[in-house]
């Protein structure tokens, strides 16, 4: 059974950068698929945030987050890593990592196959 494992997170205020660290147990070769971060803040539909297909690297990123955000992963400790750079108030949320399958229909509709316990994150201005 795939369990992730979130770390990080905190408070920080606008313009500035917090990283978050996911590690995978349960998540071998086999189970090769998109593995990232979804986030919800209150009165808010769930949203995908950043995921990077765990075999190839390829990353995937919410308009909301381009250019700001930067995914990354250690394959061989399983760990995935978001690096969030200039910080605004709208990010705000509680951050879960997600393994989300082969495709990105998870992502696209906010889903997963499994997830973590969540991070909040909290930006002030």
């Known amino acids: 059974q795939v369990q992730l494992a979130e770390s990080g997170g905190g408070s920080a205020q606008a313009g500035g950068s917090l990283e978050l660290s996911c590690t995978a147990s349960g998540y071998g070769s086999s189970s090769a698929g998109w593995l990232g971060w979804l986030r919800q803040a209150p009165g808010k539909e769930r949203e995908g945030v950043a995921a990077?297909?765990?075999?190839?690297?390829?990353?995937y990123y919410a308009d909301s987050v381009k250019g700001r955000f930067t995914i990354a992963q250690d394959y061989h400790k399983n760990t995935v890593y978001l690096r969030m750079n200039d910080l605004k108030p709208e990010d705000s949320a509680m951050y879960y990592c997600?393994?989300?399958?082969?495709?990105?229909?998870?992502?696209?509709?906010?889903?997963?196959?499994?997830r973590g316990q969540g991070t909040r994150v909290t930006v002030s201005s």
């Open positions: 990077i297909f765990t075999s190839n690297s390829s990353e």
């Open positions: 997600a393994a989300m399958g082969r495709t990105l229909t998870n992502f696209l509709t906010g889903s997963w196959n499994y």
